[in-house]
């Protein structure tokens, strides 16, 4: 019986250990999940989104792309990171996402749409007072350059980040990049930047 910690019962469950919240809220989730395998379950969906559409938004749970958008199972693909900013992991992610599309049947083709998300009262502010040097590191500049990544300013630091993902042609391919701010006090959507394609000097 080795590998088992000494509170574990046979069946893998805690055996004297007291119930946690943590233990409460899987159980939740599993319920929760039951209940979709039996009622909105849909094993016909495929890999890639139905909508060719690609949202990169906060891991802030008030912005729940999802729930602002009324999205469809299966209708767009999702990434999350702090700020929903393009950062050089986000930029490596995508271009590892053209290799998984190729592979799931071809190319996005030229209706594909990759779309920016940024928000009002964003605690990727906070990181910048508090791990300067962290945050540095995760929007790939130099420490001193970050006040030039617009942290406080979603509709600025949107706008640009659209401009960093479109100097990556190859990355973005034949989708086109538009930018939008979610405010987190009225539940509103602004556009900022409208679809825009990467140009043929671009590329």
């Known amino acids: 019986m080795t590998g088992l910690h000494p509170d574990t019962a046979l069946n893998g469950r805690p055996g004297n250990t007291s119930r946690t919240p943590a233990m409460d809220y899987i159980d939740s989730l599993i319920t929760r999940s039951a209940d979709f395998a039996q009622q909105d379950f849909n094993p016909a969906l495929r890999m890639l989104p139905s909508s060719k559409s690609l949202i990169i938004g906060c891991v802030d749970p008030r912005v729940d792309p999802a729930k602002i958008f009324a999205l469809e199972q299966g209708e767009v693909g999702i990434l999350r990171n702090i700020g929903g900013r393009v950062t ?90 538009s930018g939008l701010v979610y405010d987190v006090a009225t539940g509103s959507v602004e556009v900022i930047v409208p679809p825009t394609r990467v140009s043929r000097q671009q590329r």
């Open 88 to 177: 050089p992991a986000m930029i490596e992610t995508l271009a590892l996402l053209n290799d998984v599309a190729r592979g799931a049947g071809g190319r996005m083709g030229p209706e594909a749409h990759v779309i920016l998300l940024h928000h009002t009262d964003c605690g990727i502010d906070h990181c910048r007072h508090l791990a300067p040097d962290l945050l540095a590191r995760h929007m790939g500049v130099a420490p001193e350059a970050l006040d030039e990544q617009a942290i406080a300013d979603p509709h600025a630091s949107v706008a640009r980040d659209v401009a960093t993902l479109m100097a990556h042609p190859d990355v973005v391919g034949e989708r086109s990049v």
